[in-house]
């Protein structure tokens, strides 16, 4: 029921009919954005983003913010600080259960994702190491780390061992277990494990950040009017901006807001690719 309404609203702010469809996959939002079947498309992932301006000339108008930000990042982290931490190991207590989470090399000194990437010059250290990831189609949990490395001159196939843990908590587990000297997930998914282990903050610590990964957004049709593009992003726009528009988009796609995309934001998923094509190539 949520996406009509988002669909009934954008018709009543435009002043004309909008119907809601939800295709069975990506590859065909992509194209039904490109045969002209559809004009609006949401909840696009990163690299859903890049195909429809890439592939179907789609213009990318609206970036998901959660937690405040429109991005996020990729965090490294690891039970072994002496071998990747530059400088000292800072201790961030958390205000509501004091519960202690450890940081280097500047990292407890960030919020904002626009600052990553922090701590890249350790990731050389990664290679004879063993590797937590999360799942080989996980953006943040493989696919931009390997980026990482590769900027580093380490071979993401060859010069370390990778294991997969299936989830983001489950790789910070390995790390935690000793099952991986090191391991990646989003920030901070250290969290999702404080009630079955209450120490994870203090025994793995947290090193490095990636590149900011952007969210998941908004498309639409590169060839609609310029003022009807912006009376649709309006319209979303001031939607989430309602009580009921809060509750719809969050339901939907756990969507705190909508921000304009930041110029060149999904640019590290093409060079990602690129990357990425290259060396699995």
């Avoid at 993401?156 to 990778?162: E, N, R, V, Y």
């Avoid at 509750?247 to 060079?271: A, C, F, K």
């Avoid at 690719?273 to 060396?279: F, H, R």
């Amino acid at each position: 029921h949520n996406r009509p309404m988002v669909a009934q609203e954008i018709a009543m702010a435009l002043g004309i009919p909008v119907s809601a469809s939800v295709p069975t996959d990506y590859a065909s939002v992509i194209v039904a954005l490109q045969s002209g079947q559809a004009h609006i498309a949401g909840g696009l992932g990163p690299s859903q983003m890049v195909q429809a301006a890439d592939t179907a000339g789609a213009d990318l108008v609206l970036q998901s913010v959660r937690f405040g930000y429109g991005q996020y990042v990729t965090q490294w982290f690891t039970n072994n600080p002496d071998e990747f931490c530059t400088t000292e190991v800072v201790d961030v207590v958390d205000e509501d259960d004091g519960t202690i989470f450890k940081f280097c090399n500047g990292v407890d000194a960030a919020t904002d994702p626009a600052e990553g990437p922090i701590g890249a010059d350790v990731l050389g250290n990664v290679a004879g190491k063993t590797v937590a990831f999360v799942d080989q189609g996980s953006t943040s949990g493989y696919l931009v780390p390997s980026l990482g490395l590769i900027s580093a001159g380490v071979d993401p196939l060859s010069d370390i061992t990778a294991t997969f843990a299936g989830g983001h908590d489950l790789a910070v587990q390995a790390v935690y277990d000793g099952d991986a000297d090191v391991g990646v997930s989003f920030n901070d998914a250290r969290g999702q494990l404080v009630q079955t282990v209450p120490d994870v903050g203090e025994k793995v610590v947290v090193f490095a950040w990636s590149d900011p990964i952007p969210n998941d957004g908004f498309a639409v049709a590169g060839d609609l009017p310029d003022d009807l593009k912006q009376a649709i992003v309006d319209a979303l726009v001031a939607f989430t901006e309602t009580e009921e528009g809060a509750v719809t988009m969050d339901e939907l796609y756990e969507i705190d807001g909508l921000v304009p995309v930041p110029e060149g934001s999904y640019d590290i998923i093409r060079r990602l690719e690129t990357e990425l094509a290259d060396l699995m190539g």
